[in-house]
């Protein structure tokens, strides 16, 4: 099995900064990508950033720039830097891993969730 442990987030006010951390434990040979998913109030899950096995990174449409995920294969972390954060960012982040395949990450592991606010 596979065990995300997140750290970080809580309230920050428009245009400040978080840093969230995900560390995995357990079976890590049972993906090859982490990343950051995320839900606002009312909304579906989305992708915010993803960092695979091999170093290639893919953010959601919505990150423009503000926002950078990175990845420690040694220590089995993924950090995701929000800069410039605004109020649509209020959600609940989601740390994931799992494995790619040819439509995208099929996500099976989960952390528990950080909520992030931000206030306007």
């Known amino acids: 099995q596979v065990q995300l442990v997140e750290s970080g987030g809580g309230l920050v006010q428009e245009d400040g900064s978080l840093r969230l951390s995900c560390t995995a434990s357990g079976d890590t040979s049972r993906f090859n990508a982490m990343g950051w998913l995320r839900q606002g109030p009312g909304s579906q899950r989305k992708v915010v950033g993803v960092?695979?096995?091999?170093?290639?990174?893919e953010y959601g449409a919505f990150v423009r720039g503000r926002f950078t995920v990175s990845r420690d294969n040694a220590k089995n972390t993924v950090i995701l830097q929000m800069n410039n954060l605004k109020a649509e960012d209020t959600a609940v982040y989601y740390c994931?891993?799992?494995?790619?395949?040819?439509?995208?990450?099929?996500?099976?592991?989960w952390g528990q969730g950080t909520q992030v606010t931000v206030s306007s």
């Open positions: 960092v695979t096995n091999s170093g290639r990174i």
């Open positions: 994931s891993a799992g494995s790619v395949r040819l439509q995208g990450v099929d996500w099976e592991y």
